[in-house]
């Protein structure tokens, strides 16, 4: 099976513009969380999804939205982009909506704002 | 609320000898525990988790890890390092019931030394 997929794996944006990252789970997996990744902050949770709805959702600003299609893909935006949203965006799947699911992550999307 | 702890950014150790990287946890009823692994411009891999039973658990890579739910510690182990095990290593927690998020620790960098 092919692994989770991530587009684009780069992005260079400046302040104040939006950005939309994209995320395909693996085939049939129905759960799809998005963490933030930076140096000395470790991962942070974004949100996640299941079957098209928000399960749970993290200590971020309004500027970050996220939804899930029918087929289990899933985007996340961020509008009027601030220097600080620079980092690396991961996504994962898992197969259902159990706890103690293992996570399968993509490769993320680095995104640098200037 | 719960969280993780890594409490060494760094562990160095020689490449042929036991290795440990600690985490522990802090949550309000059972816990589902995981640890992954992040090498170089690569996503994280799932390596091994807790989720009832045998406090002892074996995973990928000849990795294993230790529940102790009296000190809320969930550590890392192999008994023989090798260069190849250098990467960033991540403990993550969720508690059972309600499908609260995932808390990741801030990872920690491992360098086996040849």
């Known amino acids: 099976k092919a692994g989770v997929t991530q587009t684009p794996r780069y992005l260079i944006k400046t302040r104040g513009q939006q950005v939309t990252l994209s995320c395909s789970p693996i085939s049939g997996h129905r759960s799809v969380s998005w963490y933030q990744q930076t140096p000395g902050q470790g991962l942070q949770f974004l949100f996640e999804y299941f079957s098209e709805t928000q399960r749970n959702k993290g200590n971020f600003p309004g500027r970050f939205s996220g939804r899930q299609f029918s087929n289990s893909r899933s985007e996340m935006n961020v509008s009027t982009l601030e220097l600080g949203d620079s980092a690396l965006y991961l996504c994962a799947s898992s197969l259902s909506g159990g706890e103690e699911r293992e996570q399968f992550f993509g490769p993320g999307t680095r995104l640098t704002v200037l | 609320a719960q969280s993780v702890a890594q409490p060494e950014d760094q562990v160095n150790v020689a490449e042929g000898n036991p290795l440990t990287v600690k985490c522990t946890y802090s949550v309000s009823g059972n816990p589902y525990l995981f640890w992954y692994v992040q090498y170089p411009n690569r996503g994280l891999q799932f390596l091994l988790k807790?989720?009832?039973?045998?406090?002892l658990v074996k995973g990928s890579y000849g990795f294993e890890a230790e529940f102790n739910k009296s000190q809320t510690s969930f550590h890392l182990k192999k008994p023989s390092a090798l260069v190849s095990d250098s990467a960033l290593y991540f403990c993550a927690v969720r508690q059972s019931g309600g499908y609260q998020k995932v808390t990741f620790g801030i990872g920690t960098k491992l360098q086996v030394i040849p």
């Open positions: 807790y989720i009832t039973g045998d406090n």
